[in-house]
């Protein structure tokens, strides 16, 4: 059995199961030559186990705990308490309490720190960060039996429980461990950042420091001197009023000493002492293998080192091979998915696009340093950028202006990138080119539904990564490409034309409302009608109001009127099933697999919108952009030259109507081959299964592609890295992607550039004009959007799955997005103002908050 204590000498990263994540460092950091850390002694987990053995009805209070829904508050708060009124009474073993006391006796009896160390904490997965108790200057056996006491009761608080559930962690499988530690009363303390907490530069130093303890900065009293460092120099200083400090109370405890006025504005640190800072933070994290948060005090000269965790907040850095510097911006921003990705997805997207890919973070990136650093390329790829995504653009130009970070080419060196564009002319405004492409599309789906089928094991591996060329040669058809760059060019000319001659902001988001061919637009429309089919029947509706199986499509037959809605259900999963919200994400559920995703938006239709209403809107949408079209037309031809720019101008808007539709297309046969592959991969898996090589089948969504043709070769499979891959995947979903990252590991967000915005409004990008008033509605995940007409939807991003939602607002919020991306899109053609690229908009705008969103000048105003 383990002690009931060890000394920190005694211990190293190995011991975390043992004495926590904080403990376990503090015994690495006590073996590094010249770190100075207070003496000190762990109280181990088995001390813990062995209190916790007596407190009576404790296993069924910890599994009432993991019952508990994340989101219930209250409940958890509750339940919490109990747990914690019931351990800080309890009696602590004789045993245990002779190995503390004895420890204790032995350190001095000393006043002590006394930490919580919890075996998931301060660990690279989740540093827990403030979610156990810390007490310091503890005095007396008595004192320092009762604040261990309370360490133990800190693994049931709220925060920690909530803490848990949000990272996946079995409450029954965490145990406490408790650091006591020398207590130092220093003149200054703080933390150093060994990465810039803010950008994620690995190569800044962030030293914060205030006078007294640390416990001042730490829960917020005063502002800390802040002090960047990069290559042993400051690079930045910002020294602030620091108004009081917590010292060490005579009889134990702390105090609040206010500081005099002269003392408040003096620096906490010499910038000599920031730098042996810096330089000792490098050391630890070189040890320690990775990022770290530090806190540290100073007393007398001598900086004194109490603990030390991961950072586990840094976004990845993509693995590159050289030493150089790498720029990279997120592909995620552009295909509106964030998310991130699981190995089979990623290796799929990578398999399908033209251009090499870079992973962090469970997402994929293009390294653009070449194309940034050829002035043949540079100003084409901020323009493409740009018109896209303005904060990608920014951020781009913002690491250029440093001059220092990409090495330029010469005029002469390629950079083997060109930006998009329709070639020398534009294609006449023929229907029949759209048509032609759609049939070549839909003839390939069908020859691969099939042709598939005759494939299983290793065939069907390769069957598949053989028709990986077949499906490229659709995506990137350079005839595709030249039809939906038509219809892209000839927007932009409407826009910047009808500016300069008419002063006329935008018209193409109304020219293009109700074109034909969108295939995701009329998604949304379709599934409208479908509700009018579920209409007449009162037993059906009624069911569909309760049900959230997605089995309830078998069901429906027997329900009166029901046959006749299964087939309409039917009809419309085999046209659109194969969407579903993250769909470039191979092993994302689709419609087809979770229908009961549709059905909070097909009961919304039946509460807000009378029968027709998918009829009436096409026709409303034709109706105004003709009549903006007769309109346009009639005033250009009063104009000097005016009816070669009428006759320009008309065909531009013929070009609008006839290929704005179809740049939705190539995307929707993209999402169709990638459902059939899905579903001939998961017969495969299901196989697997039943031969005892995989646990389920969903676990070939943790092997790469290559990974799982060699898995289906040989019928073996890596369980600990599926199931090292699926913790990993865990964290990654916390990760919040940048919109461009650096080889340093900065993230670079970017900023709008303008000051037409009101005070206090959230800026973002114009993509659809129009001025509109309403409920927010902030919505997180499509399968739980409760809409009614009227509301405006604010959501992190939206992909073509989101098309049902578009039916039921009013209004459109975003943070991620651009100008020619999904939301934007379906946007315009619906007529629904919108902005997107708004920074954290679902934090800051309240849900059932009212709003107003301005589409033409691009910000939201938050109203009540």
Not at 111 to 138: I, K, M, W
Not at 221 to 228: C, G, P
Not at 392 to 416: K, N, W, Y
Not at 523 to 544: Q, S, Y
Request: glycine share 8%; hydrophobic share 40%; aromatic share 6%.
């Amino acid at each position: 059995m383990t002690p009931y204590v060890l000394w920190f000498e005694e211990v190293d990263r190995s011991s975390v199961a043992v004495v926590g994540g904080k403990g376990a460092h503090l015994g690495a950091l006590v073996r590094m030559e010249g770190v100075r850390v207070p003496a000190g002694f762990c109280v181990t987990t088995d001390a813990y186990r062995r209190f916790t053995t007596d407190v009576p009805s404790l296993a069924a209070r910890l599994d009432e705990l993991s019952r508990l829904e994340r989101d219930d508050r209250e409940a958890i708060d509750g339940l919490g308490s109990e747990l914690r009124a019931t351990l800080e009474a309890a009696p602590i073993p004789s045993g245990v309490e002779a190995a503390i006391t004895e420890a204790y006796t032995r350190l001095g009896a000393v006043a002590c720190a006394v930490r919580s160390s919890a075996t998931a904490e301060d660990l690279p997965n989740g540093s827990f960060a403030g979610q156990h108790d810390t007490y310091l200057n503890v005095v007396g056996l008595a004192s320092l039996l009762s604040h261990i006491r309370r360490c133990w009761a800190s693994l049931f608080t709220e925060r920690a429980v909530a803490y848990r559930m949000k990272k996946g962690l079995d409450h029954r499988r965490v145990h406490m461990a408790v650091v006591v530690q020398r207590m130092v009363s220093p003149e200054a303390a703080g933390v150093v950042f060994t990465a810039d907490p803010a950008t994620g530069d690995r190569k800044v130093t962030c030293v914060e420091a205030g006078f007294g303890l640390g416990e001042a900065l730490v829960s917020g009293l005063v502002n800390a001197d802040v002090f960047k460092v990069r290559d042993e120099a400051i690079i930045q200083k910002t020294i602030n009023r620091k108004r009081l400090a917590i010292r060490a109370a005579a009889g134990g405890g702390t105090r609040r000493d206010e500081l005099e006025p002269t003392q408040q504005a003096r620096p906490a640190l010499a910038d000599a002492q920031v730098l042996q800072l810096a330089q000792l933070g490098r050391r630890i994290e070189a040890h320690l293998g990775g990022p770290q948060d530090i806190e540290w005090c100073l007393a007398g000269d001598d900086l004194h080192v109490v603990q030390s965790r991961p950072i586990t907040t840094l976004f990845p850095i993509p693995v590159a091979g050289d030493q150089a510097n790498h720029v990279y911006i997120s592909v995620g921003h552009q295909q509106m998915m964030t998310d991130a990705m699981r190995p089979l997805g990623l290796s799929f997207w990578q398999m399908t696009t033209p251009r090499p890919m870079a992973e962090a973070g469970g997402r994929l990136f293009v390294d653009v340093t070449q194309i940034l650093a050829s002035p043949a390329t540079r100003v084409g790829l901020l323009d493409t950028v740009g018109q896209s995504d303005p904060l990608i653009r920014d951020a781009l130009q913002t690491v250029l202006d440093r001059g220092d970070f990409i090495p330029l080419l010469s005029d002469h060196e390629p950079s083997g990138w060109a930006p998009p564009s329709a070639g020398p002319a534009l294609l006449d405004p023929d229907p029949s080119i759209v048509a032609r492409l759609v049939a070549r599309c839909q003839a390939s789906i069908t020859a691969l539904t099939q042709d598939i089928e005759a494939h299983s094991g290793a065939a069907l591996l390769d069957f598949i990564l053989a028709d990986l060329p077949e499906l490229k040669r659709v995506l990137f058809d350079p005839e595709s490409r030249r039809a939906i760059m038509t219809g892209m060019e000839a927007a932009w000319w409407l826009n910047a034309k009808m500016a300069e001659w008419l002063g006329e902001q935008a018209p193409a988001d109304t020219l293009s409302q109700s074109v034909p061919d969108n295939v995701t637009s009329e998604m949304g429309l379709a599934l409208m009608d479908l509700a009018d089919a579920v209409r007449p029947h009162p037993e059906v509706v009624t069911f569909l109001q309760d049900v959230d199986d997605d089995d309830f499509v078998d069901a429906l037959p027997m329900l009166a009127g029901g046959r006749e809605v299964r087939d309409a259900f039917l009809t419309w999963l085999d046209r659109y099933g194969m969407r579903g919200p993250g769909e470039i994400d191979i092993t994302r559920p689709r419609f087809r697999e979770r229908p009961a995703m549709l059905l909070p938006m097909v009961v919304g239709y039946l509460r807000s919108f009378a029968p027709g209403e998918a009829n009436r809107r096409v026709r409303q949408g034709r109706q105004k952009a003709r009549e903006l079209e007769l309109r346009l037309l009639e005033r250009l031809r009063a104009l000097p030259g005016g009816e070669q720019k009428a006759a320009e101008t008309k065909r531009m808007i013929d070009r609008v109507r006839t290929f704005a539709g179809y740049r939705e297309y190539p995307k929707y046969g993209m999402v169709s081959r990638y459902l059939i592959y899905k579903q001939a991969l998961l017969r495969e898996a299901e196989r697997l299964v039943r031969a005892g090589v995989l646990r389920e089948r969903e676990d070939i969504y943790y092997l790469r592609f290559e990974e799982l043709q060699e898995a289906v070769r040989t019928r073996t499979v890596d369980d600990q890295r599926i199931s090292a891959r699926k913790a990993e995947f865990q964290l990654q979903r916390d990760l919040t992607p940048p919109r461009v990252l650096t080889s340093d590991g900065e993230c670079l967000t970017g900023a709008y550039r303008r000051s037409n915005v009101p005070t206090g409004a959230l800026v973002g990008l114009p993509v659809s004009t129009g001025t509109v008033e309403g409920r927010a509605r902030v919505v997180l995940d499509f399968a739980r959007a409760d809409l009614e007409a009227g509301d405006i939807l604010v959501t992190r991003f939206t992909d073509p799955s989101w098309t049902p939602a578009f039916v039921a607002i009013k209004g459109l919020v975003t943070e991620v997005g651009g100008l020619m991306t999904h939301g934007a899109v379906i946007a315009r053609e619906y007529g629904l103002p919108a902005v997107v690229g708004v920074e954290d908009a679902t934090r800051l705008i309240g849900d059932g908050q009212r709003i107003r969103v301005n589409g033409t000048e691009g910000y939201v105003e938050l109203l009540a």
